[in-house]
């Protein structure tokens, strides 16, 4: 942010009483407790939240930690209620005075999202929600999103796939210079291991077929967006099954293609069997799946991975994806061994009947590769904790 808009003035002077109220707690606090660690978990963006308060839970038990959780006007609804919230918007930072001296005994900054903006003296961890290793962004983007990561003291990987691909990139990008870069722990990962304990408290059966697509920007001439009111028509008309259309959260934003979601939803909403998941947590739509159909979304092994059913890729130009990009990557190698790759409707109508036939082994074999791939399963939220209480030294 350039420059203060006289609009968002009320979220200003927020921001400036909400860093002089941190400042006076860790003041008073740390007069009663000179072990004491200061910690603050950002929350930038509007998203499921759960699997990091489920940290932050956890941390707080500890006499040597307190935590503040800063969120902002984008966040609000998931955080604003939590003990100890505070909205500060990081992007006014530098028309706050004295912010750095208001922030100067923050020891420790995480956010699970990628930060331009950090207290003076803090040590800076990211959470990774990457699963595995597919491209998101396109190159330029990334090697931004990269350059940002350079300021990051550590990150925290969902496992071993994950952190080679980050040590590819910081090479690829970065090989002529000599900088420093990040720390790279594999964690396990959070969300993974939160969503399969949530999971078992709903009771719904699995009577539907769950479509979730990457943003409709990426890949846009081989992802699923051009086929998907065919496919969403075919699989009511000839399947009676139910369906439920979960749209990538960007294109629920201004960043991302809201009109083509409308439409989407205005054909098909007078369907008793199409129904449309808009919500911030997906768990209701994962519970009620018996299979998921996607493109290159990451959930897909967030899915397969949680509720061990099986999972279809649409990849409508599959021969001719980049030879380069599809040897190195594992996301692609490992679609096989999750479930099944279409290229046309007639495909997905055809695969859904093998998938009956074949659930019994494709449960076996996701099983399989989620234990070969994340070796925290069922353990990341203590090893996350480990490694910052390490980190901290308490």
Do not use: W
């Amino acid at each position: 942010m350039k420059f203060l808009n006289i609009r968002n003035l009320e979220s200003y002077i927020l921001t400036f009483f909400n860093l002089l109220k941190i400042y006076l707690i860790i003041n008073r606090r740390f007069k009663n407790n000179k072990k004491l660690k200061f910690i603050l978990f950002y929350f930038p963006v509007k998203s499921y939240q759960e699997n990091i308060l489920d940290l932050v839970k956890k941390m707080k038990k500890n006499k040597n930690i307190f935590i503040f959780l800063i969120y902002n006007k984008y966040s609000s609804s998931e955080i604003s209620k939590q003990k100890n919230s505070l909205l500060i918007d990081f992007g006014y930072l530098r028309f706050v005075p004295f912010s750095n001296i208001f922030l100067n005994k923050i020891n420790l900054f995480i956010s699970n999202y990628i930060a331009y903006i950090y207290p003076p003296k803090s040590t800076n961890i990211y959470i990774s929600h990457d699963i595995t290793d597919i491209q998101m962004v396109n190159n330029e983007i990334e090697k931004k999103l990269f350059s940002a990561l350079l300021k990051i003291d550590y990150i925290f990987l969902s496992s071993d796939i994950v952190v080679k691909d980050y040590i590819k990139k910081f090479k690829l990008f970065y090989k002529k210079k000599k900088l420093r870069t990040p720390k790279l722990i594999n964690t396990g990962y959070l969300k993974l291991d939160h969503v399969k304990k949530k999971l078992h408290l709903f009771k719904n059966k699995r009577d539907s077929i769950f479509i979730a697509p990457t943003a409709r920007s990426y890949k846009k001439e081989d992802n699923i967006s051009a086929d998907l009111e065919d496919i969403i028509d075919n699989l009511l008309k000839f399947t009676k099954e139910k369906v439920i259309y979960r749209p990538h959260p960007i294109d629920l934003t201004k960043k991302g293609d809201n009109n083509f979601v409308e439409g989407i939803i205005s054909k098909f909403n007078k369907n008793k069997n199409f129904s449309a998941d808009l919500s911030k947590s997906y768990l209701n739509s994962y519970s009620k799946a018996k299979f998921l159909i996607t493109d290159f979304a990451s959930t897909a092994f967030t899915f397969a991975y949680s509720t061990l059913c099986p999972v279809v890729f649409h990849s409508k130009n599959e021969k001719k994806l980049n030879i380069t990009e599809l040897v190195p990557s594992v996301y692609y190698k490992d679609r096989l061994k999750v479930g099944y790759i279409t290229n046309n409707v007639i495909q997905i109508l055809t695969i859904i009947k093998k998938i009956s036939l074949t659930k019994s082994k494709l449960r076996i074999k996701i099983f399989n590769l989620r234990k070969k791939r994340i070796k925290y399963l069922n353990q990341s939220l203590n090893k996350t904790y480990k490694e910052i209480t390490n980190i901290i030294k308490i």
